[in-house]
């Protein structure tokens, strides 16, 4: 009673969850989703219904899409121990029809190296199972990959991996309270900040963030380095949902990002106050393996010349440079982005396109790119109303009517000018250096003087 407008959550069970509101109209609020399954399997879609933060009411369904899964049982294990027996059984259900035998093909790794196997057995009525051991020798963390193959054609018809840690884990706690900042470099303190950087030296950390001072809707973004590490990269939200898992880097098989890769929007914040990151490295005991991951988080919706950091930021969904200056922040744009390439050797970090903001006011920093201003005109570097006419001092061909900018006599203190704006002429004549000219060599010289 007198609740006028509910908030819908739901979990589908694969990837991030989201929210929708609704109005309450003779205490009825309804919503319909679409929700687009990854691949077959079992799913548990959780749904829960808000007023403000208080929980109205909670529901659950499973549904099943067609086809052919494979299970591991257990689906991982922690604290292993060490050279101990660990059985594992495997089950694949919804084979096809037609098929009387597949292959269970296993790879695994770890510390010691890796390994290729596999095994038949046959199927009765869809379901094929089987089992594997595995032994463990030394700390670290090991990787179990099962595929269940169609004997004839050694089409994978489903594929699971299990995480083995045998040894310590590591569980820490950070928080966030802000959004819209950069990614930040933290140190062994990172509460109150908004970004952060772990390195450690064990092979899997937990880190449990508190985002309980982040509103609503925010967007989460992680980064790292693909090229080695971390080996595994996981993400969860809420607690349990995984959004996020980069596969195993040391698996042969292995397709995904590489270098300095970035995940946006892996999830967006709903009313649970923590999520977790897992990443896994190689060896316990090494103590050269350094894994590293930054995190940021993002408001969407931001007015026009808001600092941003990415496009999903803006309402206007355009994130740019606000002037062309390497000293400039990037604002959501109002009207639209020009793409500009830029020089190292004019200031800029690195050689390459740039996105800037369109229609840009007068006086607004443009270099000689007239395209960035609302007038269609720059010059002098900076956003004018008209370009400059005939015998006004210029700094280049871009700032005049009539398109050149020359010297207005053959005098080395003479200014340059703009030449006439109806039939505009030059000339170059070589001139020297220790004649008090800038450098010796060709100068160009209006030839429409009286």
Same mark, same amino acid.
């Given at each position: 009673?007198?609740?006028?407008?509910?908030?819908?959550?739901?979990?589908?069970?694969?990837?991030?969850?989201?929210?929708?509101?609704?109005?309450?109209?003779?205490?009825?609020?309804?919503?319909?989703?679409?929700?687009?399954?990854?691949?077959?399997?079992?799913?548990?879609?959780?749904?829960?219904?808000?007023?403000?933060?208080?929980?109205?009411?909670?529901?659950?369904?499973?549904?099943?899409?067609?086809?052919?899964?494979?299970?591991?049982?257990?689906?991982?294990?922690?604290?292993?121990?060490?050279?101990?027996?660990?059985?594992?059984?495997?089950?694949?259900?919804?084979?096809?029809?037609?098929?009387?035998?597949?292959?269970?093909?296993?790879?695994?790794?770890?510390?010691?190296?890796?390994?290729?196997?596999?095994?038949?057995?046959?199927?009765?009525?869809?379901?094929?199972?089987?089992?594997?051991?595995?032994?463990?020798?030394?700390?670290?963390?090991?990787?179990?990959?099962?595929?269940?193959?169609?004997?004839?054609?050694?089409?994978?018809?489903?594929?699971?991996?299990?995480?083995?840690?045998?040894?310590?884990?590591?569980?820490?706690?950070?928080?966030?309270?802000?959004?819209?900042?950069?990614?930040?470099?933290?140190?062994?303190?990172?509460?109150?900040?908004?970004?952060?950087?772990?390195?450690?030296?064990?092979?899997?950390?937990?880190?449990?963030?508190?985002?309980?001072?982040?509103?609503?809707?925010?967007?989460?973004?992680?980064?790292?380095?693909?090229?080695?590490?971390?080996?595994?990269?996981?993400?969860?939200?809420?607690?349990?949902?995984?959004?996020?898992?980069?596969?195993?880097?040391?698996?042969?098989?292995?397709?995904?990002?590489?270098?300095?890769?970035?995940?946006?929007?892996?999830?967006?914040?709903?009313?649970?106050?923590?999520?977790?990151?897992?990443?896994?490295?190689?060896?316990?005991?090494? $103590? *050269? +393996? @350094?894994?590293?991951?930054?995190?940021? =988080?993002?408001?969407?919706?931001?007015?026009?010349?808001? /600092?941003?950091? &990415?496009?999903?930021?803006?309402?206007?969904?355009?994130?740019?440079?606000?002037?062309?200056?390497?000293?400039?922040?990037?604002?959501?744009?109002?009207?639209?982005?020009?793409?500009?390439?830029?020089?190292?050797?004019?200031?800029?970090?690195?050689?390459?396109?740039?996105?800037?903001?369109?229609?840009?006011?007068?006086?607004?920093?443009?270099?000689?790119?007239?395209?960035?201003?609302?007038?269609?005109?720059?010059?002098?570097?900076?956003?004018?109303?008209?370009?400059?006419? $005939? *015998? +006004? @001092?210029?700094?280049?061909?871009?700032? =005049?009517?009539?398109?050149?900018?020359?010297?207005?006599? /053959?005098?080395? &203190?003479?200014?340059?000018?703009?030449?006439?704006?109806?039939?505009?002429?030059?000339?170059?004549?070589?001139?020297?250096?220790?004649?008090?000219?800038?450098?010796?060599?060709?100068?160009?010289?209006?030839?429409?003087?009286?």
């Amino acid at each position: 009673v007198g609740i006028r407008e509910v908030t819908f959550e739901w979990i589908p069970g694969f990837g991030a969850g989201d929210s929708a509101t609704a109005k309450v109209r003779d205490g009825y609020a309804t919503i319909t989703i679409e929700l687009s399954y990854p691949k077959p399997g079992s799913y548990d879609i959780v749904s829960s219904v808000y007023d403000g933060r208080k929980e109205l009411s909670r529901d659950s369904l499973q549904v099943q899409i067609a086809g052919t899964t494979l299970t591991i049982d257990p689906p991982g294990l922690t604290n292993a121990e060490l050279l101990v027996k660990h059985p594992f059984d495997l089950t694949a259900d919804g084979i096809p029809t037609g098929l009387d035998q597949v292959q269970f093909f296993i790879y695994t790794f770890g510390p010691p190296g890796q390994s290729l196997y596999g095994f038949n057995t046959p199927v009765i009525k869809g379901r094929a199972s089987g089992g594997d051991t595995q032994t463990y020798g030394v700390n670290g963390v090991y990787g179990l990959i099962v595929q269940v193959r169609n004997l004839s054609t050694s089409t994978v018809l489903a594929q699971a991996s299990a995480t083995v840690i045998a040894g310590p884990t590591k569980e820490r706690k950070y928080t966030l309270q802000s959004c819209n900042s950069d990614w930040v470099t933290g140190d062994e303190d990172l509460a109150n900040e908004l970004s952060a950087s772990q390195e450690f030296f064990e092979g899997v950390a937990i880190d449990n963030w508190d985002i309980t001072g982040i509103p609503h809707g925010a967007h989460f973004d992680v980064r790292y380095d693909a090229r080695s590490d971390p080996d595994k990269f996981l993400v969860e939200y809420p607690i349990g949902n995984e959004v996020l898992d980069i596969d195993w880097h040391r698996n042969s098989n292995y397709n995904g990002e590489s270098g300095n890769t970035v995940h946006g929007k892996i999830f967006s914040k709903l009313s649970q106050n923590t999520f977790r990151v897992t990443p896994i490295g190689e060896s316990l005991e090494d $103590a *050269n +393996e @350094v894994l590293k991951y930054e995190v940021r =988080c993002r408001i969407p919706g931001l007015d026009d010349n808001d /600092v941003c950091t &990415d496009n999903l930021d803006c309402t206007s969904a355009a994130c740019a440079y606000a002037s062309f200056s390497p000293d400039s922040p990037q604002v959501c744009c109002a009207s639209g982005t020009t793409t500009i390439y830029t020089r190292r050797r004019d200031g800029w970090d690195y050689n390459g396109d740039r996105d800037f903001c369109s229609d840009q006011e007068e006086g607004a920093l443009c270099e000689e790119h007239d395209e960035l201003c609302s007038s269609g005109v720059c010059v002098g570097g900076t956003c004018r109303s008209s370009k400059l006419a $005939a *015998n +006004e @001092v210029c700094s280049s061909d871009n700032d =005049c009517v009539g398109g050149i900018c020359a010297y207005g006599s /053959v005098d080395p &203190d003479a200014l340059k000018v703009c030449c006439s704006s109806e039939n505009p002429s030059f000339i170059d004549l070589w001139q020297l250096e220790y004649l008090d000219w800038p450098y010796s060599g060709f100068h160009s010289f209006c030839t429409d003087r009286p």
